[in-house]
Nanobody, 115 residues
Framework: QVQLVESGGGVVQAGGSLRLSCAAS????????MGWYRQAPGKQRERVAR???????NYADSVKGRFTISRDSAKNTVYLQMNSLKPEDTAVYYCKADRVGLDYWGQGTQVTVSS
């Protein structure tokens, strides 16, 4: 069983920055890909960024050049650095750990970007 706890959400003005953190219960990065997803009201959950166990990253087109996913294995923590935030980035952000046949989700953290 993997437990994930997100933090770092909040309210920020457009153009500002936030850093989200996802603390994992143990050393899982060598076995699991880690991803950040978001869900805005009335919309489907979408993947924002992902980092594989081998360290490869990919991003949704809407956040490329603005968001950066990273991980600190010593702290069992994955981060999402979000810069140049836009009102359309407003959503609940979730952390996910996945491998073939298994996936685990955090409880989510709210990000609100005011115009």
């Amino acid at each position: 069983q993997v437990q994930l706890v997100e933090s770092g959400g909040g309210v920020v003005q457009a153009g500002g920055s936030l850093r989200l953190s996802c603390a994992a219960s143990g050393d899982i990065f060598s076995r699991y890909a880690m991803g950040w997803y978001r869900q805005a009201p009335g919309k489907q959950r979408e993947r924002v960024a992902r980092i594989t166990s081998g360290g490869m990253t990919n991003y949704a087109d809407s956040v490329k050049g603005r968001f950066t996913i990273s991980r600190d294995s010593a702290k069992n923590t994955v981060y999402l650095q979000m810069n140049s935030l836009k009102p359309e980035d407003t959503a609940v952000y979730y952390c996910k750990a996945d491998r073939v046949g298994l996936d685990y989700w955090g409880q989510g953290t709210q990000v609100t970007v005011s115009s």
